[in-house]
């Protein structure tokens, strides 16, 4: 490269590219988001009410007392190229309205899941095979352990055999940007059709 490139290169903007973490109720995504971004985050939280009983099943997740109602936002620079912008779904069916504006021009999502309720994430894995979007399964490991195996979730979502599952941990800043550049590289597998 020559040294104008390099100036050049060191002198244009990180290319912005927008990433979604998705999933269902209570499975770590504002977590996340919180976790990897560089920028205080954007959430909309609300308090759990009286009126989410018996809708919104907390019984694995007591400690939790509000739920994202329309986004989350925050941003990660991956190097000085590459920065995500990453967007964070409602869990919850009812909002499953806002997930196309939500979704809308991203590469690529990250689907969290909670090996003890793989139920709550399939409306999400269907979202993102049905739009084509490229995305990964991140198995949140609450309380540092997986109640099932990766190979067993994988089976369980019966997702194609190219669709990357990992572990990760919502906490962690470094367990989340991995998970993220796993889904990115998936994109670009994809865009370049091998």
């Known amino acids: 490269?020559?040294?104008?490139?390099?100036?050049?290169?060191?002198?244009?903007?990180?290319?912005?590219?927008?990433?979604?973490?998705?999933?269902?109720?209570?499975?770590?995504?504002?977590?996340?988001?919180?976790?990897?971004?560089?920028?205080?985050?954007?959430?909309?939280?609300?308090?759990?009410?009286?009126?989410?009983?018996?809708?919104?099943?907390?019984?694995?997740?007591?400690?939790?007392?509000?739920?994202?109602?329309?986004?989350?936002?925050?941003?990660?620079?991956l190097d000085p190229t590459l920065k995500l912008y990453i967007f964070g779904t409602p869990g919850q069916d009812r909002f499953g309205f806002m997930w196309k504006d939500v979704t809308a021009g991203a590469l690529g999502a990250l689907v969290v899941v909670d090996s003890r309720r793989l139920d709550e994430c399939f409306p999400?894995?269907?979202?993102?095979?049905?739009?084509?979007?490229?995305?990964?399964?991140?198995?949140?490991?609450?309380?540092?352990?997986?109640?099932?195996s990766l190979p067993a979730v994988r089976s369980a979502l019966d997702v194609a055999p190219e669709v990357p599952v990992?572990?990760?941990?919502?906490?962690?800043a470094d367990s989340v940007r991995e998970s993220l550049i796993v889904v990115l590289e998936h994109a670009l597998t994809r865009a370049r059709g091998y």
Do not use: W
């Open 1 to 77: 490269m020559t040294e104008a490139a390099t100036t050049a290169t060191a002198t244009r903007p990180p290319q912005p590219v927008k990433m979604v973490i998705s999933g269902g109720f209570g499975v770590g995504k504002t977590t996340a988001i919180g976790a990897v971004s560089e920028i205080e985050p954007l959430t909309t939280e609300a308090a759990i009410t009286e009126v989410a009983a018996g809708v919104d099943d907390t019984s694995l997740t007591p400690r939790k007392t509000t739920t994202t109602v329309a986004m989350d936002f925050g941003c990660l620079t």
């Open 124 to 148: 999400a894995v269907d979202y993102f095979e049905r739009d084509g979007t490229p995305f990964a399964i991140a198995v949140n490991a609450f309380d540092g352990v997986l109640s099932h």
């Open 166 to 172: 990992v572990a990760f941990d919502a906490r962690s």
